[in-house]
């Protein structure tokens, strides 16, 4: 209980040129996927399907929660013997409506019972140009909110302490005139900036429903650091 599980090792690979093919007819061809340790690397903008078939512990909480890191698009299928339970969607560059209430771009919820066999079938397209990641790990809820508490104490520290070198360094710069002050107030601006759109804050605020446009901004912000 409470163990992070990296579904990694345990992952088989298919990868799928048109992005056509309905989960459906891949969960039936398990002999299609290859061990993913074993699979050579493909166009990092195609589709890909990733397969697992596990048994959940007797002891384990009700629900579970699926995690990763980076990927844009991300298609979540869980089959059970009945067949397909439940079809979610997540991923950096999914819009806010798409997603189910208690998700997020990075987490979905799979109700998964204690005791029952299941397979998870993932479908990943990653628009990003570099080889996709496959991070995947699966928690308990109880984990997760505990981690993701502390992730967010942690930033908002961080962004607090960046919030009062700016001030420090604004007044600084009203009362002295001293031009390097202001460089330095486009260099805190554009990095702290930067940070918040790289972790995503940017996209929540202000523009949930296009994250691929609210990204786009972030190589802006970087550049203005780098001239201060």
Do not use: C
Not at 72 to 99: C, M, N, P, Q, W
Not at 105 to 130: C, E, M, N
Request: glycine share 8%; proline share 6%.
């Amino acid at each position: 209980p409470g163990q992070r599980v990296a579904l990694g090792p345990y992952f088989s690979i298919f990868q799928d040129s048109s992005g056509l093919l309905p989960a459906d007819d891949l969960y039936s061809r398990p002999s299609a996927f290859v061990p993913l340790s074993q699979a050579v690397s493909g166009d990092p903008l195609s589709y890909y399907w990733l397969r697992t078939s596990f048994k959940t512990a007797s002891t384990m909480d009700p629900g579970q929660v699926l995690t990763f890191d980076n990927l844009t698009y991300v298609d979540v299928f869980l089959y059970s013997d009945s067949g397909l339970i439940l079809h979610k969607v997540a991923g950096a560059f999914r819009a806010r409506s798409e997603l189910d209430p208690d998700d997020g771009r990075f987490h979905t919820i799979l109700p998964l019972a204690p005791g029952r066999s299941y397979t998870l079938l993932l479908q990943v397209h990653h628009t990003k140009h570099f080889q996709p990641i496959y991070d995947f790990e699966l928690q308990s809820r109880r984990t997760f909110y505990k981690n993701d508490h502390i992730r967010l104490f942690s930033d908002a520290a961080l962004m607090g302490a960046v919030i009062l070198f700016f001030i420090y360094t604004l007044v600084s710069w009203i009362v002295s005139r001293f031009r390097p002050y202001g460089w330095l107030l486009l260099f805190i601006t554009g990095i702290g900036m930067y940070v918040l759109g790289s972790k995503g804050y940017l996209i929540e605020w202000f523009a949930p429903e296009d994250p691929a446009a609210g990204w786009l901004l972030n190589v802006h912000f970087l550049h203005a650091g780098l001239v201060g």
